[in-house]
């Protein structure tokens, strides 16, 4: 009972960060039809500016609650930016083309990230001690750290945060329409290129969320940590119901408990399969993921 209690608590800590991931890719889809390749690399380049930031306001030697919050909403704001950005300059241009040309697009701006990330900022860095790491010692040898706990914390706020914005704001109800149709909400005079730049730019802070946690959880970052975490979040998303934001967190909750219990029960070597064995089951019986809506499209 001890083990499973324990792999339950590692597993929901790593389901939440692919939770705030793949967020952001099912957002994305849902209101352009577009997989955003290029989100794993907004994820890693977070994790290089929360480094920079923690050296520029000193949290890296002398941590404050001050420094800490600083270097978050920092990270944030640079991954809402660099998201906006990337839509901006990549996407926009190319919105009335095929969807082929999209998917290249995007491919291309994800290499572009990281190989440029590898040349200014070199294979690997170290990632400093800036939130308390402390372990509680529960009934039967059950083992809480802090991490954990901090992790599950911010994720809920987070997206206790996103519900209400989503679903209680007047930019959230044009979220939801230009979901719906982006014709029609232009239409009715909605702002649409405005609402898709929001939603690129809240998708990518959640990233950078994610970043900093999976950074200081993990005391190192470089520039191909994106690519793994960046592609598990993405069958997250399609596990889920890929547009469907609910079903974008059962699904990373799902597989972080996959993840985690193959490792504690089988072995490691089959953790980073388990995933797209997943998806291949899901695939086969519910092609539209566990709480997406199957619609089919007029051709």
């Known amino acids: 009972m001890t ?45 290089f500016m929360a480094l920079y930031l923690a050296r520029w306001t000193g949290a890296d ?22 998201g906006m950005t990337i839509e901006r300059l990549a996407y926009r241009p190319l919105r009335k083309s095929g969807r082929l040309n999209l998917l290249i697009t995007a491919i291309g701006v994800s290499m572009l990230l990281r190989n440029g ?12 001690t800036l939130l308390p790491e402390a372990q509680w010692q529960l009934a039967d040898g059950l083992t809480v750290r802090s991490m954990d706990v901090i992790t599950l914390s911010v994720t809920l706020v987070l997206m206790v945060a996103l519900h209400h914005i989503v679903e ?10 230009v979901s719906h149709s982006r014709d029609a909400a232009a239409l009715m005079g909605i ?36 690519t793994n975490m960046g592609l598990k979040a993405f069958v997250a998303a399609v596990l889920g119901g890929i547009g469907s934001i609910p079903g974008a967190v059962v699904g990373a909750i799902l597989l972080g408990l996959s993840e985690t219990f193959v490792s504690g029960y089988l072995t490691s070597t089959y953790r980073d399969a388990i995933a797209f064995c997943l ?9 539209s993921g566990i709480l997406g809506k199957h619609a089919p499209e007029k051709v």
């Not at 030697?61 to 660099?82: E, Q, R």
């Not at 609402?195 to 005391?219: E, K, N, P, W, Y």
């Not at 998806?279 to 092609?287: A, G, M, Q, S």
Request: hydrophobic share 55%; glycine share 8%; charged share 10%.
């Open 3 to 47: 083990v499973f209690l324990q792999q339950l608590i590692n597993g929901l800590s790593l389901g939440a960060i692919y939770a705030l991931i793949a967020l952001g890719y099912t957002m994305v889809y849902g209101t352009l039809s577009l997989i955003n390749f290029a989100h794993s690399e907004v994820f890693m380049m977070g994790a």
């Open 61 to 82: 030697v002398h941590p404050s609650i001050a420094s800490v919050s600083l270097v978050v909403v920092g990270t944030m704001a640079f991954c809402a930016v660099l």
């Open 168 to 177: 209680r704001t007047q930019m959230g109800r044009a979220m939801r329409a």
């Open 279 to 287: 998806l291949i089951v899901i695939l086969l019986f519910r092609p």
């Open 117 to 128: 990330t590898l040349i200014a900022c070199g294979p690997l860095a170290s990632f400093p």
């Open 191 to 226: 702002p649409v290129d405005r609402v898709i730049a929001f939603t690129f730019a809240l998708g990518s802070s959640l990233a950078g969320a994610a970043a900093f946690l999976r950074a200081v959880d993990m005391h190192k970052i470089d520039p191909e940590m994106g």
